[in-house]
């Protein structure tokens, strides 16, 4: 069944034992709790390539990788050193989906950061400086790895911005449609012409972000959606 794990408000992550759960083992079903970050933990990821590896990021503004290869003794170390200056809470993190060594994150301050674990630092970061945003999540391109989509949660400008990390001065395309802030976001692994988005507008949108078009909306709710995501075997 191999680990869950959980970013939880007061900044631990803890990791579970799923076969323990469901045969009702309570008490084996902990394996680890990482007690690094100050703040509530925002994203959690792990690497497809290195299962053994999960990036976490918090409301302290701290990016951690958590190396499970021994889960009851789990070892903890920094991407890179960040610039003094990012202190803005990270609302995501997300490994590259076809480069192992790569992490994408975004914050709540505007400003999204490309981490590459081989040079132990980040090589891009970006973001429109002359308009301050709070980023809520990114996405990569599940075929191109220097794609990426990244989402707006303000009022204000509830877009997605398409952005090419060759030449990362502006976003190559904006995709606009949410009425408010955008809350998630799931590009989907087997066809990079679908994309879900969510939002404090109760809407659930499906784009072709290929084309840059909105292709359908799933039925409006009552609340907002939390969250979206594609089944990773059915596209």
């Not at 009851?72 to 989906?97: L, Y």
Request: charged fraction near 15%; hydrophobic fraction near 40%.
């Amino acid at each position: 069944y191999g680990l869950l794990a959980g970013g939880l408000a007061d900044g631990s992550i803890n990791v579970w034992n799923p076969q323990s759960i469901i045969s009702h083992d309570a008490d084996n079903a902990l394996v680890a709790q990482i007690d690094r970050h100050s703040g509530p933990v925002r994203g959690l990821e792990f690497n497809s390539f290195a299962p053994n590896l999960l990036a976490s990021g918090a409301s302290d503004a701290e990016i951690y990788i958590i190396d499970l290869t021994t889960p009851h003794e789990p070892t903890v170390f920094s991407p890179g050193t960040k610039s003094a200056t990012d202190v803005a809470e990270i609302a995501c993190v997300s490994w590259n989906p076809r480069v192992q060594h790569i992490l994408g994150s975004t914050s709540y301050g505007g400003t999204s950061v490309i981490w590459d674990l081989k040079q132990k630092r980040p090589v891009i970061a970006f973001g429109e400086q002359n308009q301050k945003r709070q980023n809520t999540v990114l996405a990569w391109n599940p075929d191109v790895a220097t794609q990426i989509i990244v989402a707006s949660g303000d009022d204000r400008y509830p877009v997605l911005q398409v952005w090419d990390l060759r030449n990362a001065y502006s976003p190559v395309m904006e995709l606009q449609g949410h009425t408010k802030g955008i809350l998630s976001m799931s590009w989907c692994p087997n066809d990079a012409q679908l994309l879900l988005s969510s939002g404090k507008d109760n809407r659930t949108i499906v784009w072709n972000p290929i084309a840059g078009e909105m292709i359908s909306e799933l039925p409006a709710t009552a609340n907002w959606t939390f969250d979206v995501q594609w089944s990773p075997k059915i596209p």
